[in-house]
């Protein structure tokens, strides 16, 4: 493969929930291609295993040990990845999870830890990469995984959708806010994706999905990577305040939403994106 096209060898890539998954896959494929990496993870083992298969690959990696999602972490984290590769040029976060319940049932504790998991984070890490960035007048790459439920309706699990969809507006917000800094913004929304927390319900996910997703099968922590190095590189350099779909042909098939969800609830087509810190 020619890297060249990518234009990302010895840039500084920050990518938060990096210890598995999709962050894994992504550190993985940008390191291919020139990138050095910083990893943050809530669990020590799992970014420090990350950063060592990032140097095995011969490019510079640090990890780090940090929950975003606590107020002043994000600040914290970035500044301590700056310390560690001597700059930051791009970031890409993949935490995310949902809880499910029906409106009627939800409370405000669930709506908060939807917004606080796949929102908030989001907003606070890019906005202290982007501080950073406009001070040094450099310009960057962010990268934030939504999810096709930020896309259509999610019956019971509203919160996690609405959390999504603000993801997709904020991501808009900042590719314009941001575009006199040369500073893009874009978004993935994943379908359904093999992750490190699907295994356990993988058979009956599969037989319920099976037959709703036109390619008939879960997409990949890889292909979710492949699209991140797509939106980071050179190749998007006129790509920003977008989302892209990688969901398998499933928002061309149910744009307003699936045809019914069991009362007990399946892990739907936006459970993908989930990945924990």
């Known amino acids: 493969m020619d890297t060249s096209l990518f ?18 896959s992504t550190a993985k494929l940008l390191a291919r291609v020139g990138c050095r990496i910083a990893v943050v993870d809530v669990v020590q083992e799992r970014a420090d295993r990350v950063a060592a298969a990032v140097a ?32 930051l ?15 009627l049932d939800m409370t405000p504790e669930q709506w908060d830890h939807d917004h606080r998991k796949n929102l908030r984070h989001f907003f606070f890490t890019a906005q202290a990469v982007a501080r950073s960035l406009v001070s040094r007048g450099k310009s960057g790459s962010m990268v934030c995984i939504s999810s096709v439920g930020g896309m259509q309706s999610t019956p019971n699990h509203a919160s996690y959708g609405a959390a999504k ?14 575009a006199p800094h040369n500073i893009r913004v874009n978004a993935i929304a994943p379908g359904s994706i093999a992750t490190p927390r699907i295994p356990a319900t993988q058979e009956r996910v599969e037989r319920t999905q099976q037959s709703l997703i036109p390619t008939k099968r879960l997409g990949t922590t890889d292909e979710i990577g492949k699209a991140a190095l797509f939106l980071l590189s050179d190749l998007a350099s006129y790509v920003t305040g977008h989302t892209l779909l990688v969901d ?12 019914h969800i069991p009362p007990a609830g399946i892990l739907d087509a936006t459970a993908g994106a989930i990945q924990p810190q």
């Open 7 to 24: 234009q990302l060898e010895g840039k500084s890539v920050l990518i938060v929930g990096g210890g598995q998954g999709v962050g894994e």
């Open 56 to 87: 095995e690959l011969g490019q510079p990696a640090t990890s780090i040990v940090g929950n975003v999602l606590e107020d002043g972490q994000a600040k914290d984290v970035v500044e301590r990845a700056e310390r560690e590769l001597g700059g």
């Open 89 to 103: 040029d791009a970031l890409v976060t993949t935490i995310g999870q949902a809880s499910f319940n029906s409106i």
């Open 165 to 178: 969809a603000g993801l997709i507006n904020v991501v808009r917000t900042m590719a314009v806010e941001w």
């Open 248 to 259: 398998g042909g499933w928002m061309a098939a149910y744009l307003l939403g699936i045809p």
